[in-house]
Nanobody, 120 residues
Framework: QVHLVESGGGSVQTGGSLTLSCAASGYRYVNYCMGWFRQRPGQEREAVAYINYFDETTYITSVKGRFTISRDNAKNTLYLQMNTLKPEDTAIYYC??????????????WGQGTQVTVSS
């Protein structure tokens, strides 16, 4: 089974930056779609960014131009670089994996989440 562990969360001021990491172990396949999700206070979980087998990336409009998703297959690690952070980015961020080439469906594995807090 794939095991995902997030790290890099914390508290920053508006306009600051953070980089989240997701270390994956137990991979059975190398063609997984990987994604970052977040749950803001009082709201449902939402997808933030995906990266598929072809290294094609997708972002929600609210983070496009500020966040960058990337993967290092040799290190089995997924990253989310977050710049120009805003208070509305405050959320629990989750790493997730889908055992398929594409990202068009449910995700199969989830990390425990890491808190990101952005203060004014």
């Amino acid at each position: 089974q794939v095991h995902l562990v997030e790290s890099g969360g914390g508290s920053v001021q508006t306009g600051g930056s953070l980089t989240l990491s997701c270390a994956a172990s137990g991979y059975r396949y190398v063609n997984y779609c990987m994604g970052w999700f977040r749950q803001r206070p009082g709201q449902e979980r939402e997808a933030v960014a995906y990266i598929n087998y072809f290294d094609e990336t997708t972002y929600i409009t609210s983070v496009k131009g500020r966040f960058t998703i990337s993967r290092d297959n040799a290190k089995n690690t997924l990253y989310l670089q977050m710049n120009t952070l805003k208070p509305e980015d405050t959320a629990i961020y989750y790493c997730a994996a889908r055992k398929m080439f594409n990202c068009d469906g449910d995700f199969d594995y989830w990390g425990q989440g890491t808190q990101v807090t952005v203060s004014s």
